[in-house]
Every structure is written in C-alpha cells, then in structure tokens.
C-alpha cells in the first residue's frame, strides 16, 4: 500500500506530515510548523521519557473526522483506514500496530491499554491492562535484606514484566466495533516494518539517552550500529521480526501472542534472563482476558457550560484524581484567577498544587485493582462526591499545608497504608472521531522508556522484534508500613498495578453530545496535564491546541513542585516558594492529543513536546 496520501488527501495536515516523513522533522523551519528538535536534555528525575524539543503545533480543523497520535506515520495509517470505510477502532488497531514499530519506547505488542469508546449511544471502558504473574507475590521487589530494590535494578530484565494485555483488548474492541476485516488493519505496519522507516529525531533522541539497551543482545543488535552507536536520525530502520509477528496477529488474531511460539519466545526472554529474571509462565498468557469496565465519570460545572467527562475507573487512578483537582479547584477562588500574561498566574498555581496534593494522598492510600481493593464508602464515586470535595478543598489555605493527607470519604474505615512515591513513566495516547461520530481514547504503554529493555525474537535469523513492558513496578515495591498495614497496590498474582493514564471522553450534561477526546502520554504527569488541558478549555475558553500547549506544572504527592523550564516567570517561582512550595524547574516531555467538537466540524491538538500531528478531511 502507498506510504503517502495523495495530493489533497490530507488537506491542513499535509504540508507538516509530509515534512515529518521525507525528513523526520529536520527541515521543517519553512514549513510553518517551528524549528528542528533542540538538542537532548538529560532527563529529570521522575520524568517518564528524556526531553526531545519543541515543536510549535498550529491546531488542525477538520470537517468529518480527525485522527491524532504522537506519531506522524502513525496518524497516516489511521487516517488510510478510515479512508478505506474503517471505524475508529479499525483506525487505532493499524495505528497502535505501527506505533509498536515507530515508537517503540512508549508502546506495543509487549505493553497494555486503556480505551474509552462511544458508538453515539452508550460509552464503554475496555482494560487491556497487564497482570502480575501467577507467581508473583508481595516480596517481589524486594531485595534479600527486605529492602526494595532500587528502580533501575528492579526493571531492566524479566523482574518487572507483566502480562501484555493490548493486543488481546484491541481485538476484544474490534469484535464489537470493527468494520473493517481485523487482517487488514495490520497491512500498513507490516509494510513498513519490512520497507523501514526513517529514524525520526525522538526516537534517536532517547536512545542516545539510554544504556540500558545495550545489556540485551537483541535491541543492541537492532538499535546500534556495529560500534555500538545509536542509528543516526534519518536512517532506515528494518524490523522483519515484527512483520513476521504481525502477521501471525493478523491470522490468528491476539493468541498468536499468547499460544505457540511466540508465547514461548516472551516467556523464555523472561525467565532466563542472567541477573534478574521474572516469573512469567505461559499459563500466564493463556489466561489473560481484558475486561470491559463501567466508565467512572463526573459533572463539571464550568462558566459558560456544564460537561459530563468520562474516563477509566482503578486501576486507573487518572479519572478520580484529575476530578478530585477539578472538583477541589471549583471550591476554592480559582475561577476568579484569569490566565496571568498567557499562562497560569501564581495564586491559581498555589490552588493548584494543594488541590492535586489532596488528590494524590487519596490516591496513594485507596486506589488499585478493584478486583482485589474495595472502593472506599462502597463506590469508587464517593471519592468524587460534591460534599466530599467541599470538605477537602477547605483544608486549602494562603500557603502550602505542611503535609497532605487522604480523606475518609462517607465515613469510610482505614486499614491501609499510604504507597510511598515511585516513578512512573512512558505512554502514548490515540484520540480518532470518525466520520460516523464514533469516537475514541486509548491510551497505551509499556511503563518506562523502552520498558524492561527486553526485546522478544524468535530466533530465526531476522532482525528486530518487540519490547517487553515493565510494568510490575507500577505495584508499590513495598508491601506494607513499619506497623505492618497493608498498601492496596501491592503486588499479587493475577492483579492490575495501579495507573496514572487517563483516555478521556467529554459530553454535554444537558444534550448528551460528544465534545472532546483526549488524553497525554507522560507517566504521572499524565493526571497534570490532562487536568490544566480540560480547565484551559473549560474556565479560560482556550482552544484544545491552546490548552495544550500551556507550559505544565504538578506534584507528585509531598515532593517538588515541577514547573517547565522557561514557562513561568521568576516572579511567580518567588510567589510559590514565599508560600512553602519547593521548586524544580524541568523540561516536562509530555504528549497530549486532543479533538474538539466545534460548529462547523472539528479542531484538534498535539502536544508540541512531542511528535504528534493531527490529520483528517
């Protein structure tokens, strides 16, 4: 199949996608779409993935359908599918699959998913989220003097890795809303896993920024060049390995990955791992199953309209913290405090970091795999009920409160302990409307940058492969406190760690019309930058590229203060620190997308820290 749509296909989006795969993003200047990725920072610490530039993002207005995604050639093959007479889910089968191959750090065949989807009736939440082997227990990641490990030590190898549930939801999804025959979606991927692609300056960027790769015999081989420097930006990239995967897949559908060889393949990367293997099995495989959820959703009453938004319920924990911030800011003056030259002013950011740090306490204490956890009150709900945020948003004063704590929402009893802060990393997000008003929100990961750097061939000579999640730690590495009471994310076999991604759906109250899909790539920040893109549209009237493209800003808990470098002014970093914030100033490598519902069509968004454009007609 072609690699490049024909001359009007792609209306506004053209001129950037074009630019984005002819020269991966190096002589775009005259494009209109900004300057060439600026040179890579070292990564801070708690940041999902290195910092790779920025690149002004212009919005995109279409009229029947909008597909967005963190990679141009990705939104190519979703926009080819939907061309073709495709859903919005046959659209984001072809687009993770390529994602799996152009974006490899972020997501894949080896990683897990949340989806929400609306059909025009009813909207849904489908969990492709990875599972704790069968013999995982609480002492998982600690070492032998019972101390946890330290993060590094702990993902890289098979220690870390959980079941992949992505593929086997996508398929679960395309049952119920494909229209297109489930082979076909697989075509533009293994096109260009067997023609190559052109290294585009992220994925260099990151790799650069990696070593640990390196230790695996398989992604050092695909990776690096024969003195172990990483491919140049621009070079060609082959993965016949992938291809051969993929069309087992496209044949035989998500048990190509969890029966046979390939099963074999990811189970034997996994425990024969020489420092510091997992504990995988393929029965662990064979019994995977997605689940389909009931999406969690909140009532915001902004000036000008009131929204309903839904999302993921646990273990996503992304729904119930960005509407505990929402929900918290609303009682407080925050909707007196107008943006302060552009961007968010010091007191509405003070209001912010106390309303996000209530937010985290909750979730450090409650939030984890309902089918081990019960919801406090009885209901994942009373966490976000009107009188429940009232009552937090009162603990906000004039200055930092010396230490966040988790409520008790209706009354509810507390046996557990709070888990501790950890990292967490990587993602990508698909937002698609298709031109039947179908719309979706997945996002998708394999946790950290690259994953456990464990990358599964089977080992018939062909290059290339995919990598393994490490998504286990997501779990808490501790078990329990000092006094012996439990953390509700701890590992345990067969359960979902706890998430931070957030896919988004927002609707009318009154109509029931669909107005945006969204959602960010990002780790933890995902919660943060998701939250300020929905006030930005919500209580300042910022188009979503506008919301977008506001400098980002959060905590994770009772840590620093993170600002993006050069988006604030000093004097608001003095205003926050006369309060008792820490500061750190950090470039914030997140990856939003967003589509918006407008009078005449649509109008959509990327985030400029990434690659992402937006295309449609």
Known sequence: MPLMPGPRAWGSARPLLACALLTTLLACAGSGIGPAAAPLQAPAPLQPEAASGWVDKPGWTTRHFAVAAANPIAVQAGYTIIKQGGSAVDAAVAMQMVLALVEPQSSGLGGGAFLMHYDGQRTQAFDGRETAPAAADEKLFLGPDGKPLPFRQAIVGGRAVGVPGAVAMLEQVHRLHGRLPWARLFEPAIALAESGFAMSPRLHALLVSDNDLKSDPVSAAYFHDAQGRPWPVGHLLRNPELAAVLRL?????????????????????????????????????????????????????????????CGMPPPSSGTIAIGQILGILSNTNARRLPLDDGVPGPQWLHLYAEASRLAFADRALYVADPDFVAPPAGAWTSLLAAAYLQQRARLVGPSRMPLATAGQPGGAGVGLAPMAL??????????????????????????????SRQMVNRGRGLAGGFLLNNELSDFSFEPADQAGRPVANRVQPGKRPRSAMAPTLVFDKRSGELLMSLGSSGGTMIIHSTAKTLYGVFDWG??????????????????????????????????????????????????LQGITRTATGFFSGTDPRREGIVAGD
């Open 249 to 309: 897949i496209a044949t035989q559908g998500a048990k190509a990955l969890t029966e046979g060889e390939v099963a074999q393949a990811i189970v034997d990367k996994v425990r024969k791992h020489p420092t510091n293997p997992g504990r995988l099995a393929l029965a662990d495989l064979a019994n995977y199953k997605p689940l389909q959820r009931e999406p969690l959703c909140f009532d915001y009453a902004a000036p000008a309209r009131e929204y309903r938004v």
């Open 542 to 591: 910022l188009d979503i590229q506008r919301a977008i493209s506001l400098p980002n800003f959060g905590n994770f808990g009772e840590g620093a203060l993170l600002m993006e470098e050069s988006g604030f002014p000093d004097s608001t970093l003095q205003f926050l620190r006369d309060r008792g914030h820490t500061i750190s100033k950090v470039r914030v490598p997140t990856g």
């Open 422 to 451: 950890q990292e967490e990393h990587g993602t990508s997000h698909i937002s698609i409307v298709d031109a039947q008003g179908n719309a979706l929100a997945m996002t998708t990961t394999i946790e950290n940058a690259f994953g």
